[in-house]
Every structure is written in C-alpha cells, then in structure tokens.
Nanobody, 112 residues
Framework: VQLQESGPGLVKPSQTLSLTCTVS??????????WSWIRQPPGKGLEWMGV???????YYSPSLKSRTSISRDTSKNQFSLQMNSLKPEDTAVYYC?????WGQGTQVTVSS
C-alpha cells in the first residue's frame, strides 16, 4: 500500500488547511483498516491527529478535535484532513499513514 499527501504548502493564519491522502495498492474500505493523519512540527516529536476507519468512523486527538475533521472519498480511494483556525504553531510536516506504511509527508507552513 502506498500513500501520497497533497495540499498547499503555505497557509495564512486563521485560514483552513485541506490535505488529501491518495491511497494505491489497497482500498480504504477494506475491513478493519484505519487511516491516520500525523504531524511533526519542526524540532518536535510526532503528533497523532486522528483516524478514519474502514467504515467511515472517525476519532480525533482531544487536543485537536475542535479544529479537525477527517473525511473520505471512496470513489477516489482518498481520505482528507481539514483543520481550521490555523496558527503558526500548526506549521509541521503532515503525514498520512496506514499501519507501517507512511506517505512521504508534506510541509505546511502557517504564515502571513
């Protein structure tokens, strides 16, 4: 299974970030599979953001839940992350992941 993130590299504060993960080599609806978003701010550790399961159910980090939404497009075999009210501290490399399979990551910078 391969994953590839896509989205804007630069977002202004207070705006909404939208990232998409395109999955190949496997279906996002395969039973019991779960697809995650993880980020890593510069100089910091990995932060789990949330997950969407094979049945479309979602779970979020409590610290990000109020600003984060994960959805999917089964016709395109993609799942997406939306985060609103962005702050400079949301600057990070954002990854999508399934089990031990990670996307290459996409840099998102929040700056005016």
């Amino acid at each position: 299974v391969q994953l590839q993130e896509s989205g804007p590299g630069l977002v202004k504060p207070s705006q909404t970030l939208s990232l998409t993960c395109t999955v190949s080599g496997g279906s996002i609806t395969t039973s019991y599979y779960a697809w995650s978003w993880i980020r890593q701010p510069p100089g910091k550790g990995l932060e789990w953001m949330g997950v969407i399961a094979y049945d479309g159910s979602t779970y979020y980090s409590p610290s990000l839940k109020s600003r984060t939404s994960i959805s999917r497009d089964t016709s395109k075999n993609q799942f997406s992350l939306q985060m609103n009210s962005l702050k400079p501290e949301d600057t990070a490399v954002y990854y999508c992941k399934w089990n031990s399979n990670w996307g290459q990551g996409t840099q998102v910078t929040v700056s005016s």
